[in-house]
């Protein structure tokens, strides 16, 4: 009851019927394929849970600090307050080391399931036209995700992360002109400095944090605002959404992912070791360890910079370091052609069009073939970045390894990315429904161009194919029309969102929503759903309550009534009490 004045109140004064209303009403598309962004949002929850609690325990700082703690073979030694703080918050603080390490964990989940729905994205065309926007913010985010991983990674100060960062300012510095500009105003000095570890603390837990939120929440905003794609299928059009509504379908769905993924990432948190930093040790600028590997989302600069061949030279009198084009000319160059394929793809194909219905990956082989190809690149470096484990295991020496991945990463993507190409177009051109379904005969015809199709540019869309025995049926609620599509063959039955204010605009908005459906039919409204077995045992418990409360009340009520009539049998009359009074006078 309490709960409901309160809406009632903020309705009264801030009109929020009519947005909740709308939002509650939103479909939602049901394949799996759609939740990845959403195990992204909520890993970044869990990232700033977990972050919070360690910020209370972490000191960021470079000044010399004598750790004692329950570690012995650091006991007593000097070590910088950042490292001493982890560890300290590793082995004395009660859950301290299941809090961090669910931390590092969440970071890899969160932004694995960021490159996941790019490629989601990237392969059904879901960044066209009108979500270029939303496509730039989401590589903006992965670019921020990147940077903000790679901070908290080596706010530690210990080895491992101290030779990473010496590693990403060399890259830096490597700018020619401004490169030791840009390495000193981050670091705030020349490396190592006092100030680096404060200011990577104040972008890890400040700066990146709010940039993230503000850009998840424009994020959101504009899917809320428009329409949500949708796999082809049955009476599924670019005008409507099949799926299911907001609440409490698929709130319930959202809320158990939400669970389990923070099921998940404690429990790695509280079984699978990550980073122990008291086994690496301090940071000193004149030791290193080997091997040494950083995690895999910035794994893929480390092999850059392993492969790349040592060349340097001058231009204009200016040093270009050898680390300038694995380093920084690479990750320009990605970043960059992410940012631009939406509107290249589009000036490619002349598409002008809104597209709502997402591809099928077979209907852009050359999508397929370069999406591909960038992965089986980027793969072959992360697995370069760990050539010398790798020797060590497999007993070879390193440089023949270093030479090996050198030819892999050249010949492997266009190989991948060419058996990609050739079997999408195998797919879209013959009758297979699946790669097992693919004869030779329809590779071969694959390796065999096509005319290309004319541009369609008359705005027309493609409608998805129905199938026979489907109706629409309408019926009256108050001033307003609603429909439903039924498919008596699937049992399916699907109610649309929106209220028509006539009988004629909903058989339109039908038959706009499901083309080819001509049956409509007006059966009346729907019946409520019969209630479950704990819903009725509920209303049969409440009424058998309300019933009880009754009686109660109206013995309570005639005991009451027998109790005044025995008190005013007692009590004489007042005329004759005040006569009584009289005579005694008298």
Known sequence: MI?????????????????????????????????????????????????????????ASSADRVYQGAYAPLDGSTTSAAYASVVRLSWDVRAGLLIRQTHHWASLVFLAAIVLHLCRIFFTGAFRKPREVNWLIGVTMLTLALANGFTGYSMPDDLLSGMGLRIITSVVESVPLVGTWLAALALGGEFPSDEMIPRMFISHVLLVPALLVALISLHLGILVRQKHTQFPGPGRTEHNVVGSRFWPGYTLRTLALFAWVLAVLFALGGLAQINPVWLYGPFEPAQSTSPAQPDWYVAWGDGALRLFPPWEFRIAGYLVPAP??????????????????????????????????????????????????????????????????????????????????????????????????????ALRRGDATSLGDLTRADLRRAGHPSPRPPADDDGAETLAPDRPGERIELWPEGEVWRWRYRDEARRLVLTGNRVAVSQEEAVEAARL?????????????PPPSPPGPLRAALRRWGRAAAAGSLLAAALLERRRDRRRRRDSDDDPPVEQADAAAEGGEA
């Open 3 to 59: 709960i409901d004045r309160l809406a009632r109140a903020l309705d009264d004064r801030l009109r929020l019927s009519p947005i909740t209303r709308r939002a509650l009403a939103k479909v939602f598309p049901d394949h799996w394929a759609f939740m990845l962004g959403e195990i992204a949002l909520y890993s970044f929850v869990a990232l700033i849970l977990t972050g919070v609690y360690l910020t209370f325990f972490f000191d």
């Open 324 to 425: 300038f084009f694995p380093g920084v000319v690479l990750g320009g160059l990605t970043f960059g052609a992410l940012y631009l394929w939406p509107f290249a793809e589009r000036l490619w194909h002349r598409d002008r069009r809104q597209h709502h219905l997402l591809d099928r990956p077979r209907e852009h082989p050359v999508r397929v073939g370069v999406g591909v190809a960038a992965l089986t690149f980027f793969a072959v470096l992360v697995v370069a970045a760990g050539d010398d484990i790798l020797a060590r295991l497999l007993g070879v020496p390193v440089y023949d390894l270093l030479s090996l991945f050198r030819v892999l990463v050249l010949v492997l993507p266009i190989l991948t990315g060419a058996a990609a190409f050739l079997t999408a177009r």
């Open 513 to 525: 929503a499901y083309p080819g459906v001509d049956r409509v039919v007006v059966p009346g409204p």
